[in-house]
């Protein structure tokens, strides 16, 4: 009996032989968006077993920047002197926003973070100011998960859950 042949291919990462039905990403050609196909040195194949690992690292940078863009320290600071320079106490402010006073008094305790929208919400109420990019929800109302930058321009772009979460490129460059 003749055992029937398997395409095989190695793995960009961790250069073991597996069959082409282990990859994620059989193909290393990258379409752009005016329908020519371009070859990115970054883009390989690799087995599932590595693409999940690489995706894993992708997400932990990408919520890492997002983290940092929220800037949740800075917004604590200028949200506390903007009620100040107002004469309003959190007491106050929490009664006017309709927020939970233990809420937003365990933010100023650094014991929970605001989620995204209340503080998308506390900076259009005081005026404060926000990074667009890590506090603005897309078209379905969801809030970034990550921020990247894209391998071809350099821009950063916001990374939603199950949309574009192993994109290397902005909208701009697909």
């Not at 032989?17 to 193909?27: E, G, H, Y």
């Not at 983290?67 to 004469?87: H, P």
């Not at 078209?139 to 071809?152: L, S």
Request: positive net charge; glycine residues 4%; aromatic residues 12%.
């Amino acid at each position: 009996m003749v055992d029937s042949l398997v395409a095989m291919k190695s793995c960009a990462s961790c250069k073991t032989q597996k069959p082409l039905s282990d990859f994620r990403v059989v193909s290393s050609d990258y379409k752009h968006k005016s329908g020519e196909v371009a070859y990115y040195k970054n883009a390989y194949s690799y087995c599932s077993v590595c693409h999940r690992a690489i995706a894993n690292k992708l997400y932990s940078e990408a919520a890492e920047r997002l983290i940092q863009y929220r800037g949740i320290d800075r917004f604590l600071v200028d949200m506390q002197q903007a009620l100040k320079s107002r004469n309003m106490s959190l007491y106050k402010f929490t009664e006017i926003m309709g927020f939970n006073k233990k809420v937003i008094y365990a933010w100023v305790r650094g014991e929970k973070t605001p989620s995204k929208p209340l503080q998308r919400k506390v900076c259009d109420y005081l005026d404060l100011s926000y990074n667009a990019l890590a506090l603005s929800p897309n078209d379905d109302g969801v809030y970034p998960r990550g921020i990247r930058v894209c391998k071809a321009c350099n821009n950063e772009f916001a990374v939603f859950k199950n949309q574009n979460e192993c994109k290397s490129f902005c909208n701009d460059c697909t």
